[in-house]
């Protein structure tokens, strides 16, 4: 394993030791990290490996928030397979937006994502049949009987595991064919096309990844809050996602990792200050993108040499 | 990485203050005990929070200065909460777990505190709520929390009330799409249904509605001649801009987020346009003497502040928290103080009523003040009381 | 008129500014404080307001824009969109103590006069007034002047514009200042009838893009075409369907559009390829 690969291993072993000296106060935060570490490795492998700018992010998670409450309150579906299908169908709905973006570029992309991010909210928001409106739904917690663990410790390790297998499950894809048709397609896409790779079906994949993840985080976040409400899936859930990315390095797994644990810390640091909040985030943002452009994981690929599959440098045209 | 180090230093000291005599309880020591509120502190309705506590850190700091509790000063935690429920969450359990407080006086926004209620129901910890009025918080009522402000759906029936008062015979009802306005819009509409009368507009509005001309042109196609707003300031501002707009004047009837008239007079920026508006809060009016003499204690410990109403909220029901306090006597704990609660009452000197709990209400507030602008002045102009 | 500025820049540097709205916002505060804080007279506030945003929009293209001249276009989309949110979170700081939403004090009499039993305010006549103006000096200004030519030529083809002589940099940040010029004025203009809060920014942005989608991304004409287009659907759909259609109407109106004719109605340009 290379040097980015072990820190994220330490990083996964940091947090399974966690609970035993935190409060649940610091599980509760430990936990969300995790969920956003989720969420950032779907969106940095839509982003910053496939190149596709795209917003959807934010509404997926909520997608994937509400499925998953909806499937266990009134299907009456058991936790385990709520999940999973919570998944599936901000996977579905994921795809179905990506389908009129595959023809969009750019900022065309950015535009149309936005106002379908916002959509959505306003569904959220107004379906009250469904979404139970703006008070949202109740989620109860896990219960993970026959295991002999509280509700609180059982969710926290649960989402660990998932954030491990996704942090293995998206290292090994990086190392092969996708990986590399999704890098291929966000360097050119005449280039890609030339190359015999399936343009639409490799973005089609990526957005259905990012969605896939998104969901899942969005599953494992209901019951960590207690509840559903549309403005958890709001625009500033948007840019925090990005500046989890951003930050912590395009199109890298490390960064993903790093820049979700970062934010995370950051704004709990920052919760009695929410007009700071957007400041720090925004300016982040701003100066990561003018100083730093490969986020921390470029300052230590390029400083301390550390390699990762697939990481470029911040292509210039 | 630093929280986890820090997490690991806490519980090592926590181990070593386990080894030294201390209280039993959380959050009460020899020296002091903890009062910790979350509320919303930040953002457009930070009145209801911040204003709110600054009131009662006043009447928290009198008390210290005085000496204390059975020798025990108070601190006062606060954590924001943005009127969020999922800022909620973390805040009240970073409250309890993380600052260790003995008991909460907070709780301002409605669909918040619902949110950070199963956290303290689960703590076992005693809640005076501030001003949040959910009627769920406290209705069935459920050990260790009490209101000391008006619940919802008392205020609808109060805003209908008035209504009639003043002789309206045209009800229409202009609500925001939020959880705060749902759980007091069915009372509304129950308590029309048993006096046998039917809105004859009801219309619906984001909280962070931009304009509200439509609504407002077919309030006033309806005939309405009264209005009741279960609006917060924002959407209440841009709809009584906008009927003004339209040359409608009806009488306007809001409820407690609406009842500083002054200020709502000063946001919509147009003279006159508050002269057939009435709003509603449980304070006396701010030129009543015995309201008065708190002005010099805000502005000792806020610089910066005028006295307004939500700083007598906070006031009232610190007031009240001290007051169970002191009853508790030296051996303090959480059941002790739940119990002190269920059968505490006080008159708040800044209130226009009692505040009363009984072991089978919890909704311990029923008095509420009209406001309105006369002459220019924002004046006291009725008064109401709930059954 | 808020599309008229995105499009204006677009034209010239072929890149979006997310922080548009933002701009739009601080014109309104900034109008907001010079009126109540210094007193001044509304057309003096007005043109303050107007040079200020003027100079942010140029400062942010010489600091930041430049600087990513030759970045993807993702990084460029996010610093914009960092950008947006700084903007918001400083607005917030210094105007939010109050509750986050002021009111400008009227300038003329509020009271509505009936034309035809419609009710006019005097004030929604001035702003007409003065949005056709802009719009009008904004035509004839790209048609008719040197300047105006300049930034379409660096739009076009900046390497042939920079071989005629034409300092594409810095006519490149004289665009951006326009733009948001142009966006500060209409803040300036709307403050008087609506609320000023640090969010404003965000909607309008979203009805920008709606109407420049709508009226075609590169044309100017298109922009104003499709921010009437915009207003009127909202209007129509907000009283005669339901209010809460009123907000997101503008959402849909671009979902619609980028799928069934990205290039809009007027659009000069075809999409541009990867």
């Known amino acids: 394993m290379n040097a980015s690969a072990r820190l994220i291993a330490v990083c996964f072993v940091l947090a399974a030791l966690l609970p035993l000296v935190a409060n649940r106060y610091t599980m509760f935060v430990g936990n969300a990290m995790l969920v956003q570490i989720i969420l950032a490795v779907g969106l940095n492998l839509l982003v910053g490996h496939a190149g596709l700018l795209a917003f959807v992010n934010g509404a997926l998670f909520g997608v994937g928030a509400y499925a998953a409450a909806l499937l266990r309150d009134s299907l009456h579906w058991p936790y385990w397979l709520a999940l999973p299908a919570a998944g599936l169908v901000a996977m579905v709905i994921g795809v179905a937006v990506a389908l009129p973006a595959l023809r969009l570029y750019g900022l065309y992309l950015a535009l149309a994502t936005v106002a379908f991010a916002q959509f959505a909210l306003w569904a959220f928001m107004h379906w009250d049949a469904v979404t139970g409106g703006p008070s949202g739904l109740k989620v109860p917690p896990i219960d993970f009987s026959p295991l002999p663990v509280s509700p609180g410790l059982g969710q926290y390790y649960l989402s660990l595991l998932v954030a491990l297998a996704i942090c293995w499950l998206t290292h090994n894809m990086l190392r092969s064919r996708i990986g590399r048709a999704f890098v291929a397609i966000r360097e050119s896409e005449t280039a890609a096309e030339a190359m015999a790779i399936d343009v639409t079906r490799t973005k089609t994949l990526a957005y259905a990844l990012a969605a896939l993840y998104a969901g899942i985080a969005g599953g494992l976040f209901a019951p960590l809050l207690g509840l559903v409400v549309p403005e958890s899936y709001d625009l500033f859930q948007v840019v925090f996602q990005f500046a989890m990315v951003v930050v912590g390095g395009l199109g890298s797994l490390l960064g993903s990792v790093l820049g979700a644990a970062l934010m995370v810390w950051l704004q709990e640091g920052l919760r009695a200050f929410k007009d700071l909040q957007e400041i720090a985030f925004g300016g982040l943002i701003l100066l990561t993108v003018l100083f730093l452009p490969g986020g921390v994981a470029g300052l230590l690929r390029t400083r301390l040499g550390w390699r990762e599959a697939l990481h470029r440098p911040v292509r210039t045209r | 990485m630093v929280r986890i180090a820090l997490a690991m230093l806490s519980a090592v000291l926590g181990a070593s203050m386990a080894l030294a005599p201390a209280s039993a309880e959380t959050g009460v020591s020899d020296h002091e005990i903890v009062i910790g509120a979350f509320g919303v502190l930040t953002g457009p309705v930070y009145n209801y929070g911040k204003t709110a506590f600054d009131g009662a850190e006043v009447i928290y700091n009198e008390v210290n200065a005085a000496g204390g509790i059975d020798g025990r000063k108070i601190r006062f935690?606060?954590?924001?909460?943005?009127?969020?429920?999922?800022?909620?969450?973390?805040?009240?359990?970073?409250?309890?777990?993380?600052?260790?407080?003995?008991?909460?006086?907070?709780?301002?926004?409605?669909?918040?505190?619902?949110?950070?209620?199963?956290?303290i129901v689960r703590a076992e910890i005693p809640w005076v709520i501030t001003d949040a009025t959910a009627p769920e918080l406290t209705a069935p009522p459920k050990p260790f929390i009490f209101t000391t402000f008006q619940v919802g759906w008392m205020e609808t029936v109060a805003q209908l009330q008035r209504a009639l008062e003043l002789g309206g015979k045209k009800i229409a009802i202009v609500r925001q799409h939020d959880a705060w306005a749902a759980s007091r819009y069915q009372p509304l509409l129950d308590a029309m249904a048993k006096g046998g009368i039917k809105p004859v507009a009801d219309e619906e509005v984001?909280?962070?509605?931009?304009?509200?001309?439509?609504?407002?042109?077919?309030?006033?196609?309806?005939?309405?001649?009264?209005?009741?707003?279960?609006?917060?300031?924002?959407?209440?501002?841009?709809?009584?801009?906008?009927t003004y707009k339209i040359g409608y004047k009806p009488m306007v009837i809001g409820g407690s987020p609406l009842g500083d008239v002054g200020d709502m007079q000063k946001a919509i920026g147009i003279p006159g346009a508050t002269a057939r508006f009435e709003g509603l809060a449980p304070t006396k009016a701010l030129d009543d003497p015995a309201v008065q003499k708190y002005a010099p204690l805000v502005k000792k410990y806020f610089p910066n502040a005028e006295l307004t109403p939500w700083h007598l909220v906070g006031i009232a029901t610190a007031q009240f928290v001290v007051a169970a306090l002191k009853q508790a006597g030296p051996d303090l704990t959480r059941a002790k103080l739940d119990t002190v609660l269920a059968t505490m009452s006080l008159t708040p000197d800044v209130y226009a009523g009692p505040i009363k709990c009984t072991p089978t209400d919890h909704q311990c507030y029923r008095t509420v003040a009209w406001y309105g602008m006369v002459d220019g002045k924002l004046k006291q102009v009725g008064e109401t009381t709930l059954p | 008129m808020v599309a008229l500025g995105l499009v204006v820049v677009y034209r010239s540097t072929g890149h979006i500014n997310f922080a548009h709205g933002e701009l739009f916002m601080i014109g309104s505060f900034l109008a907001y404080s010079f009126i109540t804080q210094f007193h001044m007279v509304y057309a003096a506030a007005l043109l303050l307001a107007v040079v200020l945003t003027f100079l942010l929009g140029a400062a942010t293209d010489r600091f930041v824009y430049r600087r990513l001249a030759r970045s993807h276009d993702t990084t460029l989309v996010l610093a914009t969109v960092g950008l947006?949110?700084?903007?918001?979170?400083?607005?917030?700081f210094f105007w939010g103590g109050r509750g986050e939403y002021l009111t400008i004090p009227p300038i003329v009499d509020p009271a509505p006069v009936f034309v035809f039993g419609i009710p006019v305010l005097a004030q929604q006549l001035i702003v007409l007034a003065a949005a056709i103006l802009i719009m009008l000096a904004c035509l004839l200004f790209f048609r008719m002047t040197l300047a105006g030519k300049m930034m379409q030529a660096v739009a076009e083809n900046p390497l042939a514009a920079y071989l005629a002589g034409i300092r594409v940099e810095q006519v490149r940040t004289w665009t951006w200042g326009a733009g948001a010029a142009v966006a500060g004025a209409a803040g300036v203009l709307i403050a008087p009838l609506s609320l000023?809060?640090?969010?404003?920014?965000?909607?309008?942005?979203?009805?920008?893009?709606?109407?420049?989608?709508?009226?075609?991304?590169?044309?100017?004409?298109?922009a104003i075409v499709g921010g009437f287009c915009v207003g009127l659907i909202e209007s129509l759909a907000g009283g005669y369907v339901s209010s809460s259609l009123q907000d997101v109407s503008a959402f849909i109106i671009i979902m619609i559009v980028l799928i069934i004719r990205p290039s809009g109605l007027f659009s000069a340009y075809r999409l541009r390829r990867a």
């Open chain 2, 77 to 119: 935690v606060r954590e924001d909460d943005q009127c969020k429920p999922d800022v909620a969450v973390p805040a009240v359990r970073k409250l309890i777990y993380d600052d260790k407080v003995f008991m909460i006086n907070g709780g301002a926004c409605s669909n918040a505190a619902l949110a950070a209620m199963p956290e």
């Open chain 2, 206 to 242: 984001a909280p962070d509605v931009a304009d509200t001309t439509a609504v407002a042109l077919r309030v006033q196609a309806s005939g309405a001649d009264s209005v009741l707003l279960l609006l917060f300031p924002q959407a209440a501002t841009v709809f009584m801009r906008d």
């Open chain 3, 84 to 92: 947006s949110f700084l903007l918001k979170g400083i607005s917030r």
């Open chain 3, 196 to 222: 000023l809060t640090p969010d404003m920014g965000f909607s309008l942005l979203i009805k920008a893009f709606a109407a420049t989608v709508l009226g075609g991304l590169g044309s100017v004409a298109g």
